[in-house]
């Protein structure tokens, strides 16, 4: 379980975050919203132990995140928004690579079968002449190497194709329900958002993300 | 350890063909310039024929001698040939040594040793006549000397008796003696390797500077994966950013030396020159910290090449250590921050080495600061 309370976060007199709270329980897939420049990437990365929050305390499984940062990041998959791979590496080789930097130890078997599992066949193609959904694919598994607990994406389905989208998303969705994940994205198609999430959250207070919600017939909780 | 060196040769798979150019560049680079250097030498020497009536310790002695002066390029051969190609202009000069030298020099009979022809071309003539002749003049004087000493045993019956070759061979002793420690005096300053004819540009002063480019230019790994988004993901695997970046410049350090150790016995066997083993490693360790903490410093690495190849220049340049011998234009308060200067003088406790080493510390402080 993952429990955020009254986190802030400002870049000098910037105040991006403000006082923050709220939990996310095994097997649950969250939705993240909010306008360009609301503070999405920067609340992920706070949570992926990348950037320190102003104030405010993070709690993963009921350890705090300053307690030991090692072994909470055992526990994280982070999936940047943009594309983390060696661009001259084909898919096997960077997931070889990252492998072997791995806690996780995984045969040449399991890694492909993780890209299978994602709709990512092409196994011995380099990562430069990959479209950009399947690079985004790659992303997504080479993060799941280690098998993280909890897994944050920033905008993993950002210029993927409708089918990939539902494939990325498939795959999310059964990682969470069948082996109780804790999932956090996002995204900026709101389709995918009500079809994926258990629950949505809204950051910053653009009202016009409460109307567009609103029409979906959803209540969003405002962050 | 072993999956960190299996991450790297799997990126040196990808780039196997620069890898492998840049690390035996240095090599390859110094023994082209050395040998042209060398060919270019040779046609710059002055063209010198010896005719040699008769073949002796004297004479064979006399031709050593013309042939160690660093500007002649003396040839052997007939006295028909020789004058043709004197008249040619194809030989500047020639020198016939006449039957009966060795004995006449013995003998002090100076008289019609040699004789010389040159053409109004001339230009080795008078230095070569010059040195001829002061070889005759050293060697009759020895002859002198024994004789002398002969009698001087005889008249005061001396219960040794000398032999007119043990007391040639005596002189040349101790004559050999007394140029060792001339030159011994004179390595002293010059603290350069310097061998009976000096090359043109310093095999160890060339590869210094080959190397030094190699390095900088090997080291651009730093300056890519450093930008690289990838290496975020090291966060959430065993190794930190900065246990990464280290072993990966132990790793290169590590192939970079041995790359060292293959030029060494290469340039060994090729210009008998050899260079001490500790300053070669002190200098390997210098140059690839340096060049790692340097790339740090560059997110482009077309910026990183230009300022490399820039600073290299200067070095070679400003140090005049790969510039030929003679032209040195050396700047002396440059030796106290020469990147060369552990390779080939030894001097390791100086500004440049210990400005690596403060940099290394700072490098270190700020990660351990960063992942706290
Ligand atoms: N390192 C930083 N220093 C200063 N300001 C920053 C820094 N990083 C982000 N910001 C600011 O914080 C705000 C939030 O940025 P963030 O990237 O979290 O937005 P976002 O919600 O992810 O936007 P987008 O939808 O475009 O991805 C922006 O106004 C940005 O300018
Ligand atoms: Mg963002």
Redesign the interface.
């Known amino acids: 379980m993952l429990e955020v309370q009254a986190l802030s976060k400002a870049y000098g007199k910037k105040q991006i975050l403000k006082n923050l709270s709220f939990s996310v329980k095994p097997g649950e897939v969250i939705g993240l919203v909010g306008e360009n420049g609301a503070g999405k990437s920067t609340l992920l990365q706070i949570l992926?132990?990348?950037s320190n929050p102003t104030a405010g305390t993070v709690m993963l499984n009921g350890e705090s995140y300053q307690v030991n940062l090692k072994k909470t990041?055992?526990q994280?998959?982070?999936v940047?928004q943009?594309?983390?791979?060696?661009d001259?590496?084909t898919v096997k080789?960077n997931m070889?690579?990252?492998e072997?930097?791995?806690?996780k130890h995984k045969n040449g078997d399991e890694l492909r079968k993780l890209c299978y599992d994602m709709k990512l066949s092409k196994w011995n193609e380099s990562v430069k002449k990959l479209s950009g959904g399947m690079k985004r694919k790659l992303n997504i598994a080479?993060?799941l190497i280690?098998e993280?607990n909890l897994l944050l994406l920033d905008e993993p389905t950002a210029g993927v194709d409708l089918k990939s989208r539902k494939e990325i998303g498939a795959y999310l969705s059964n990682l969470a329900k069948s082996r109780g994940k804790m999932i956090l994205y996002t995204s900026h198609d709101m389709d995918e958002i009500m079809q994926l999430c258990d629950r949505i959250y809204c950051i910053g207070e653009d009202p016009f993300y409460y109307d567009v919600l609103q029409k979906y017939g959803e209540r969003p909780v405002q962050l | 350890m072993k999956q960190m060196i299996a991450t790297r040769l799997m990126r040196w798979k990808k780039q196997w063909v620069s890898l492998l150019f840049w690390l035996l560049f240095p090599l390859i680079a110094t023994i082209c310039v050395t040998m042209a250097a060398g060919t270019l030498q040779d046609d710059a020497k002055v063209p010198v024929g010896v005719v040699l009536e008769e073949q002796t310790e004297a004479t064979e002695e006399l031709v050593q001698e013309i042939k160690s002066a660093p500007f002649i390029r003396m040839t052997l051969l007939s006295e028909d040939e020789a004058l043709y190609d004197l008249e040619k202009h194809e030989l500047d000069s020639v020198f016939v040594i006449h039957e009966g030298f060795a004995q006449n020099v013995q003998q002090d009979n100076r008289n019609r040793l040699i004789t010389s022809y040159r053409s109004d071309l001339s230009f080795a003539y008078s230095p070569v006549k010059e040195m001829i002749i002061s070889y005759v003049q050293q060697e009759t004087g020895r002859s002198k000397t024994a004789f002398i000493v002969q009698e001087l045993d005889q008249r005061y019956n001396g219960q040794e008796n000398w032999a007119f070759e043990e007391i040639v061979t005596k002189s040349k002793a101790i004559q050999q003696n007394e140029n060792l420690l001339e030159t011994d005096l004179s390595f002293h300053d010059t603290s350069a390797t310097t061998t009976d004819n000096p090359r043109l540009f310093p095999v160890w002063g060339l590869w210094g500077v080959f190397s030094l480019l190699a390095t900088l230019l090997l080291f651009d790994w730093v300056v890519k994966e450093k930008r690289s988004k990838a290496l975020l993901r090291l966060a959430f695997s065993r190794w930190s950013k900065t246990s990464y970046l280290l072993y990966n410049f132990v790793l290169y350090t590590v192939v970079l030396f041995l790359a060292d150790l293959i030029t060494v016995s290469i340039v060994y066997v090729m210009f008998e020159e050899w260079v001490s083993l500790v300053h070669l490693v002190i200098y390997r360790l210098f140059i690839s910290a340096a060049a790692f903490l340097f790339a740090h410093l560059f997110r482009s690495t077309f910026i990183y090449y230009t300022v490399s190849f820039a600073l290299v220049l200067i070095v070679t340049i400003v140090s005049g250590a790969a510039l030929p011998t003679e032209a040195s234009s050396r700047l002396a308060w440059f030796d106290s921050v020469n990147p060369l200067a552990p390779l080939l003088s030894g001097d390791y406790i100086n500004l440049w080495s210990i400005a690596v080493v403060l940099a290394a510390v700072l490098w270190l402080i700020r990660k351990e600061h960063y992942h706290a």
């Not at chain 1, 943009?82 to 060696?86: N, V």
């Not at chain 1, 072997?100 to 806690?103: A, G």
């Open positions: 992926a132990t990348l990041r055992r994280i998959g982070f940047p943009d594309i983390a791979l060696w001259e590496f080789e070889i690579f990252f072997k930097l791995s806690w080479v993060t280690h993280p």
